[in-house]
């Protein structure tokens, strides 16, 4: 089994910083992806952003330049930097990571989610 420590999030003011962290541990034999996913209130679960084991990365169009997600593969950690953020950047944010354990079986794991709140 993976499992994902998550870290970081909190309350700011709308136009302030955050950042998140996360961790997998586990049964790990390559991380194919990690990413970043939030849940608004009365909302469906939505990607905000995510980072292959090569660097390439994605985001959602409502935090393009605002988010920068990173890597460190010997950590296998992802970082989630939050700037200029909005009172719609409000949610929980869930870590999650996809790739394949050991023995060699794919694996899709979620972290229990971290608390982002951004005041007006």
């Known amino acids: 089994q993976v499992q994902l420590a998550e870290s970081g999030g909190g309350l700011v003011q709308a136009g302030g910083s955050l950042s998140l962290s996360c961790t997998a541990s586990g049964s790990i034999f390559s991380l194919v992806a990690m990413g970043w996913h939030r849940q608004a209130p009365g909302k469906q679960r939505e990607q905000v952003a995510r980072?292959?084991?090569?660097?390439?990365?994605d985001y959602a169009d409502s935090v393009k330049g605002r988010f920068t997600i990173s890597r460190d593969n010997a950590m296998n950690t992802v970082y989630l930097q939050m700037n200029s953020l909005k009172p719609e950047d409000t949610g929980i944010y869930f870590c999650?990571?996809?790739?394949?354990?050991?023995?060699?079986?794919?694996?899709?794991?979620w972290g229990q989610g971290t608390q982002v709140t951004v005041s007006s």
């Open positions: 999650n990571a996809q790739g394949y354990g050991t023995p060699f079986k794919r694996f899709d794991s």
């Open positions: 980072v292959t084991s090569g660097g390439s990365t």
